[in-house]
């Protein structure tokens, strides 16, 4: 059983994205939990106010650190070396493939700090978070989407989710091949003139082998040119 706790000011935004596939089939059989934390809870001023102005000056405002500690704090009052704080924030390390394997297998409980406004406090990043990764090299306005992807790519790692241990398996070895799949295609074997390739429709196995593994290289170099180079 995996755990998933999501720290957030939009404990609303999690309503969706959980509700469907393989992650709601998942909360189903018991296999993963996704626990959503409202930021707000950890406040106790009028305005429940969760951040402030930067020292130094600047735009925007800043998560200020007293409601993310008392958070942490109150989720794990103590933390095993299998619980992973991790804050979501446009700085961090990126996150890949090989991060959710590793962390599906260090950490039983992940709890995921979603970073809004112009940033969060760096004590944040120092002194409470584990980890601190980046989805991607754009600007999202906050970690929601950040943590909605983890949790979707870890909790297909957790054992019986894919129902077949096998899926699992094959995934590392794609993972570890550095190739994206091959070009798939299903009927019609004509659509609006644009035909199957004929050997994928004839019977040879041998020869569809052959083929994929030509046509996943050919798409590798045309689309992530990065990934052959071994960069
Ligand atoms: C001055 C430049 N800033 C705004 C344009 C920096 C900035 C602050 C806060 C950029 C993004 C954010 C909010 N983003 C996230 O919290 C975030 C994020 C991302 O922006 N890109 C990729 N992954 C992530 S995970 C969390």
């Not at 958070?71 to 446009?90: D, F, G, Q, T, Y």
């Not at 019609?188 to 020869?207: I, M, Q, S, T, Y």
Request: proline share 5%; charged share 30%.
């Amino acid at each position: 059983m995996m755990v998933f706790h999501v720290l957030t000011i939009f404990p609303e935004f999690f309503r969706g994205p959980f509700e469907h596939g393989v992650v709601a089939k998942a909360k189903e059989a018991g296999l993963i939990d996704i626990r959503i934390h409202n930021l707000r809870d950890w406040t106790y001023d009028r305005h429940k106010s969760v951040d402030d102005r930067p020292f130094g000056g600047g735009e925007g405002m800043l998560l200020k650190p007293q409601p993310l500690f008392e958070a942490v704090e109150a989720i794990w009052p103590e933390r095993s070396a299998r619980n992973k704080v991790i804050l979501l924030s446009a700085q961090g390390r990126p996150f890949t493939q090989v991060t959710a394997r590793r962390l599906s297998e260090e950490a039983d409980e992940v709890l995921l700090i979603c970073g809004r406004y112009e940033g969060v406090d760096e004590r944040v990043a120092e002194h409470l978070a584990d980890e601190e990764l980046s989805i991607g090299d754009f600007v999202l306005s906050g970690g929601e989407l950040g943590a909605a992807v983890i949790v979707d790519s870890m909790a297909r790692l957790v054992p019986g989710v894919l129902g077949n241990e096998a899926s699992a398996v094959f995934e590392s070895f794609s993972e570890a091949s550095g190739v994206l799949d091959c070009p798939q295609y299903t009927r019609p074997a004509e659509f609006r003139g644009w035909k199957v390739p004929d050997v994928l429709a004839g019977g040879n196995h041998e020869e569809i082998r052959r083929w994929r593994r030509k046509a996943a290289l050919e798409k590798t170099a045309r689309m992530r040119p990065d990934l052959l180079n071994g960069q």
